[in-house]
């Protein structure tokens, strides 16, 4: 599998595979690069000027190290209690990535001042469930190895334990 990388100056090197690379180089991700996490924040702190496209590469790696800290320090349980092997531990380790890529694809500028009339939520579910959809379920590694829905995606990122069931997260 082909690995890419990019610099990050909070997390260092983020690497990311071709399936993955497709997703962020989609219009609906690359958008985040316009769209800043902290709103106005630089106008007091100049530094304050990362966007939501970087946040949301630091999510996707921190959500990876949280992920393999679980598996490593818990495989034994995963593997006799909720009968996890190595295909279903890689598996679920995409899905997670995907879903903290995908987390905030669907914010809107100042989206945290305006949350109660600017529901980013929804709209992160739409764009995953409709232009991503394709990009998400029809990449040749998802349909070999992985088979993750564009629904699994929005489960995880909901919460949702009738579609995640006893997942590790």
């Known amino acids: 599998m082909k690995l890419f990388e990019v610099r990050d100056p ?16 989609s219009p609906e991700f690359q958008r985040l690069r316009r769209i800043r996490q902290l709103a106005l924040t630089d106008m007091v702190y100049p530094g304050a000027t990362h966007t939501r496209f970087e946040h949301s590469l630091g999510v ?18 995963l593997e006799s209690k909720l ?12 899905l ?3 879903s903290a890529l995908l987390h905030d694809v669907g914010q809107m500028p ?3 001042a305006l949350e109660k009339t600017t529901p980013h939520e929804d709209y992160t579910l739409e764009i995953i ?3 991503l959809k394709d990009k998400i379920e029809n990449h040749e590694l998802n349909k070999t190895n992985y088979k993750i829905s564009a629904d699994e995606i929005v489960a995880l990122i909901k919460g949702d334990p009738k579609i995640l069931e006893k997942r590790v997260f």
């Open 10 to 25: 909070v997390h260092g090197f983020i690497q990311f595979n071709e399936w993955e690379k497709e997703i962020i180089d």
């Open 60 to 77: 996707m790696h921190l959500a990876t190290k949280m992920y393999d800290a679980i598996v490593s320090s818990n495989k034994s349980l």
């Open 83 to 94: 009968k996890y092997d190595e295909a279903g531990l890689k598996r679920d380790r995409q």
């Open 96 to 98: 997670v990535r995907l």
């Open 110 to 112: 100042f989206s945290h």
């Open 129 to 131: 469930r409709g232009p």
